[in-house]
């Protein structure tokens, strides 16, 4: 079945620093990745919205200039989270649309933790 | 507006069966998910059906849709420790739609 990989599973960086995280669809084209991301014990928050080739489309309250997301082809999608700080830690995850199948199929996501 | 409400907790225990339920306020609404999140992983699509469907039936899953009442309905048969985890409810307009997700409801299992 259609797999989406997701890296990094954990990271630990500095407070100020940037962090980019990747998602590869692997064995098919996802012409769009919704990228989330989901506090403790909370539901998953839409950030924002990238179809390949395109300017993302951001969600309300998200700052795009602190979460860029770039994808610049059919299976790959990244998120970089720019001068990161404590209140950005949380559990990023994104999901792509397999066109063979109904619903997405999501990363396995990313703990990021700003010290 | 779009929101998805489902019950935070349930308990059951070891074999009987779980019961789920979520309800949405949208109703144009047309298809809609049930994913399972085990803890620190991702999403795995459980199920869906469409808004023009009553039932779907997949082994030992049962999705129930009431689109009267906008409730939607996941049902466990012979509910295992392995089926401990978080499910979400989820609903999108189109297939290639955003996906609006309820809190998830965590399912504890007695033994």
């Known amino acids: 079945g259609a797999v989406v990989s997701q890296h990094p599973s954990r990271v630990i960086c500095k407070s100020g620093t940037s962090v980019k995280i990747e998602c590869r669809s692997l064995?098919?084209?996802?012409?769009?990745m919704f990228w989330y991301r989901q506090f403790p014990k909370q539901s998953l928050m839409l950030m924002a919205t990238s179809n390949e080739g395109s300017k993302a489309t951001y969600e309300q309250g998200v700052e795009k200039d602190k979460f860029l997301i770039n994808h610049a082809s059919l299976t790959l999608s990244t998120l970089t989270v720019t001068s990161a700080h404590p209140e950005d830690s949380s559990f990023y995850i994104c999901?792509?649309?397999?066109?063979?199948?109904?619903?997405?199929?999501f990363g396995s996501g990313t703990r990021l933790t700003v010290v | 507006g779009e929101d998805v409400e489902q019950s935070l907790f349930l308990s059951v225990r070891e074999g009987d069966s779980s019961v789920i339920n979520c309800t949405y306020t949208?109703?144009?609404?047309?298809?809609l998910y049930w994913y399972k999140q085990e803890p620190g992983a991702g999403l795995q699509l459980l199920t869906y059906?469409?808004?023009?469907?009553d039932m779907k039936q997949d082994q030992r899953l049962t999705v129930l849709l009431n689109k009267k009442d906008k409730h939607l309905s996941l049902r466990i048969a012979d509910t295992q420790t392995g089926d401990s985890a978080i499910y979400f409810c989820?609903?999108?307009?189109?297939?290639?739609?955003?996906?609006?997700f309820g809190k998830g409801t965590r399912l504890h299992i007695l033994p």
């Open positions: 999901s792509g649309s397999d066109s063979a199948n109904y619903g997405y199929t």
């Open positions: 989820a609903e999108s307009k189109r297939r290639d739609d955003k996906i609006i």
């Open positions: 064995d098919f084209q996802a012409t769009t």
């Open positions: 949208d109703s144009s609404s047309t298809y």
């Open positions: 059906i469409f808004s023009n469907m």
